[in-house]
């Protein structure tokens, strides 16, 4: 096991993020698991201070994009300008590379900006003009949406959110915590927590994550949570791609790496499965004329299928 | 020994009826679980005991068919209870079969359910695990005890006799009150303790992931942990629970799920920790 453990940075997120443990806890998973996060929420919830305080707990480069309608894909990847002086063209590089990205509000960019990050985030390179730059490693982009104010935005297609490891839900604080911001905000500027791990610190953790056992019958456990998604369902258009599958898989992983084990228990994949399925599943347009909760549904699903 | 005839009887019955079902068309399910045992492995000769055949299956169906009991030739078979119900999260059959039998070791063979997987249409037999059970002989008197305690029966009533017509010269016409009989005791359910007894003697017999696995089985069921439950879900809600399960539990856990080198280690620790929850 190496010396610094991943758990460290969750404690050391919690000196900054008052409350939010899913979503600290989410963005641990992500970084482990080698995977994109999708954060849902309204204004105001820290959901940027949390993915800045990640990076500097990291000791790694952060970058921040606000996505807004008139963003152009090079804004976010790079562009070549030419130099009069020495009468060339030099390639400037742009905030995506960095090994924590944030893209604020991703859904207020049109289709092609999202398509560009969503591409770099897969392919963990960029291509400006006629050179590929590979990306920083470890990459994580962190992006993050507001359920709530949808008039000028563009609709992720389910395509492109498949691309996201997980997605989180953030909420809104407790009293008592909203108390201790109040207290500990208030009056002075946000410190960032210290460093207590390094990029190379990150990438050993994900090596560690990768030889997480997962034993055959929590594998078969996997599976029929995600079949159980393509069955035919009055709430459902579609099920969860395969792709599902692997990333439950991961995140069991990377959760138990979290709990110190060397091997997934179905405790592990029971707590992720929401994070991997909620945003791959298609949900029919009868939720929101019925009022019935998407959670509620995916709850339901993931609780008829009994662990091992 | 004519009901031991007719259990063999039946059982050939019922093996005859297999073939007969075979050639019907089966079922289409997905069995998530099947498993055959017993409400208690020290039983005592000739008392009654049951055994439990539980069959798991995805979504709802409302009858089973093509299910073999085992061979119960050397058991008498006293009832036979069948029960299914079904939910969204599935179906579950239960048949409890009422038996008593000589001391003794009993093997049983495994149940077994035809039907075809509904998974890849192919058409599979089931079988349960088997069972062996010690069926502990009654203890007989010796014939010099057996004859005084005949006399001492013997002259005991010829005193009561002697006794009640005293008493009834004495006060008629009173009516002698009858002491109501005593009820027989029943059946004691095994304790914890037995239970957890029960799940180390396993782990010790067995010491593979098969074991771990009816260790871990043996111990959730002590602890009431409901299906579908999860290891937090059961130390959540047992908040009573004793320390010493609370570290057996995740032992017993890391045997069953740990990869193949782990495997000695954890099943060795769920021993220990199982020895130090049954003390």
């Known amino acids: 096991m190496n010396a610094k453990r991943p758990g460290d940075v969750i404690v050391a997120l919690h000196e900054t993020i008052v409350g939010q443990r899913g979503v600290v806890e989410a963005l641990l998973l992500g970084l482990l698991g080698g995977g994109h996060v999708l954060l849902e929420g309204p204004p105001g919830l820290a959901k940027t201070l949390a993915c800045r305080a990640l990076a500097a707990a990291l000791e790694g480069e952060f970058r921040r994009v606000q996505f807004t309608p008139d963003l152009l894909p090079s804004d976010i990847v790079g562009t070549r300008v030419f130099d009069q002086r020495e009468m060339r063209f030099t390639t400037m590089l742009g ?90 905000f208030a009056m002075s500027e946000t410190e960032l927590v210290r460093a207590v791990a390094s990029m190379p610190d990150v990438l050993a953790w994900r090596a560690q994550a990768h030889g997480v056992h997962v034993e055959e019958r929590l594998k078969r456990y996997i599976v029929e949570l995600v079949a159980v998604t393509r069955e035919p369902h009055e709430f459902i258009e579609h099920g969860a791609s395969p792709r599902a599958t692997l990333a439950i898989a991961n995140l069991a992983r990377a959760k138990a790496l979290l709990a110190e084990r060397e091997y997934a228990i179905p405790d592990d994949v029971r707590a992720v499965a929401p994070l991997a399925l909620r945003h791959r599943i298609d949900f029919s347009y009868r939720i929101a004329t019925e009022g019935v909760s998407a959670d509620r549904v995916l709850e339901s699903l993931i609780a008829a299928v009994p662990p091992p | 020994m004519r009901e031991y005839c007719r259990a063999a009887v039946l059982a050939l019955v019922s093996a005859a009826l297999t073939q007969t079902a075979q050639a019907q068309s089966l079922q289409h399910v997905i069995v998530e679980s099947f498993t055959l045992s017993a409400d208690t492995l020290r039983a005592r000769a000739g008392a009654p005991f049951h055994l439990l055949v539980t069959l798991r299956l995805r979504g709802r169906v409302t009858d089973i068919e093509n299910l073999q009991l085992p061979l119960l030739a050397s058991l008498q078979v006293l009832g036979d ?66 004859l005084l305690a005949r006399a001492l029966i013997v002259g005991g009533v010829a005193t009561a006799l002697l006794g009640l017509f005293l008493i009834w010269r004495a006060s008629r016409p009173r009516v002698v009150r009858r002491e109501p009989e005593p009820k027989p005791e029943p059946e004691r359910p095994p304790t914890a303790q037995e239970l957890l007894r029960e799940a180390l003697e396993t782990l010790a017999a067995d010491p593979t992931r098969r074991g771990a696995l009816r260790a871990r089985n043996a111990v959730r069921r002590m602890v009431g942990a409901r299906d579908g439950e999860t290891l937090a879900d059961v130390i959540d809600r047992a908040a009573q629970l004793d320390r010493r399960l609370v570290i057996a539990l995740p032992a017993l856990e890391r045997a069953a799920f740990t990869d193949d080198e782990d495997l000695a280690g954890a099943i060795s620790g769920a021993h220990e920790a199982l020895k130090e929850a049954s003390r």
């Open chain 1, 95 to 184: 905030p995506i590379f960095a090994n924590v990205v944030l893209a604020d509000e991703i859904n207020r960019a049109p289709a092609k900006v999202q398509s560009a990050l969503l591409e770099a985030m897969q392919e963990r390179q960029v291509t400006i003009g006629p050179q590929s730059f590979p990306l920083p490693d470890p990459f994580i982009v962190m992006a993050t949406m507001n359920p709530f104010d949808t008039d000028g935005t563009y609709q992720l297609p389910l395509a492109q959110m498949d691309r996201f490891l997980l997605r989180a839900a953030v909420g809104y604080p407790d009293r008592k915590e909203e108390l201790t911001i109040l207290e500990r």
């Open chain 2, 81 to 146: 209870t069948r029960t299914i119900g079904s939910s969204a999260r599935g179906t579950l059959y239960r048949e409890v079969v009422t038996v008593s039998g000589p001391g003794g070791t009993v093997a049983i063979s495994p149940a077994t359910f035809d039907a075809i997987d509904a998974r890849d249409g192919k058409a599979k037999e089931y079988s349960t695990n088997p069972l062996e059970l010690h069926i502990q002989p009654t203890a007989t008197p010796p014939r010099s005890l057996a």
